[in-house]
């Protein structure tokens, strides 16, 4: 029994045995084979190995630490940047066995760039003989280089700059800088150490270099060893803010002296300027107008203030706001406004550059009595007109007629208001023509307009007689006077 015990044991152990001996001879199996299949890569000091495959860095050896933001071709050979020449951009295409060697541009430079294809992709060789890490050396000279590109721009830039120390003292100017004259780089220095470097500043020099007067502005970057000043030149915008103060004031002085009342309101339809005459016309407070009232809240004042016709409803009168601000903006817009008390106001809006917009307010109360007064005038001496029998029309200097009463029309057989257009002289001279058939008379008449009066009788077509009387008036009016006489005279005469 116990033999037989012990023959169990021989054979478990036997079969564990061959399994842990297949199992490493399957482990050196697939070693050999990776090792075949990579082959052997041997990484001196002075080199640098990427394995890539599919254009992707899958493992790297030698002195070649992690470089952050790379784990592609494409960024490897970005990072590499213009070190070597021709190197191709993806390493797909790159077909063959053999080993791809890249010199360096620059010809003082010993390093090299090998592209060896393998099973699986390819080794990315970085040889420098100059250094024993070659990826730390690449990483320095771009650094290097980046230094001097920034030093470059820091150099060449358009502005004044220059850095002082904690005692005010000149470190370092840039190019505008070293081709200041002495007085100025003293000024600016002396700026430098005279402002608090915790807001900007603005100062003026003068120089021959530089032109009558130059303005700059400062700005400072405060550090632990020192201050960095950058000084713009402002002189350009400084001379347009004195222009543009001078012509607001050249404005504010003409439109003070106005009668008409200006208010100009910003895209934000912000009140941004009014003249003297809108706190004159409109009775509103000038503490209100300075605080830039809205648009809406200044025409709200004027409702208050019954400065404006009083709507039937609020919301109705919102409307016709908004539609009337609407209009101004987008076009022109004019209304008449009659207010109680018998005043008149003119309301013109007007649209300006930017989305802002302008009111004009204008008293036309005068105007509108002196046209009444004219209208009834007119009115009045056209009644007198047409209450006279004898049938009368004046001629202006160009022949046309500008005025006849009701007996003309009756005596001539047509009314001139009937047409749109101003009745000339030829239509009247034809009209009389066709009335009085006495061709001498409206010929002479129609080739030169007499400076002394005429007085002759004719007969119209029904056998009446007819004194026609042609007198001129003064500024070239000429009137013509038909009367009928009472007895007519029969045309077997």
Known sequence: MTGLNDSLILMIGAVLLSAVLSMLLL????????????GPVRVADNQSVFLIQDDKIIDQCGQTPQIVGVSTWLELRRWLGDRFCDVPQTLTGLGGQDTHVFEAADQ????????????????????????KSAIGHHALLLENRRADRLQTILRQAPAVVFAVDTAGKLQW???????????ARCTFIESAREFEPVKDQRICIEGVELGPKHHYELSFLQGEDGTVIYANDVTRLIEADTIRKSFIQTLTKTFADLSTGLAVFDLDQRLVLFNPAIPDLTNLPVDFLTTRPHMMEFFDRLRDNHVMPEP??????????????????????????SLPGGLTYKLTGRPHPNGAVAFLIEDITDEMALTRQSRSQLETHQSILDAMQEAIAVLGPDGRLLVCNAAFSDVIGFDPDEHLAPTSFKKVMDACQARFPSAALWKDLSNDVPSQPINTQINDTSGRQVHVRVEPLHEGLTMLNLSVLSKPVPLSA
């Open 27 to 38: 482990w050196v199996v697939l070693r050999t084979g990776r090792a075949r299949d990579v």
């Open 108 to 131: 003082d430079d010993t390093a090299q760039l090998t592209i060896t294809p393998n099973a699986r992709g390819h080794a990315i060789t970085l040889e420098d003989h100059a250094t």
């Open 173 to 183: 100017g840039n190019d505008r800088f070293e081709n200041l004259s002495v007085d």
């Open 312 to 337: 039937k409803n609020y919301s109705t009168w919102r409307k016709q706001i908004t539609q009337m601000i609407n209009s101004a903006a987008h076009g022109h817009y004019s209304e008449s406004w």
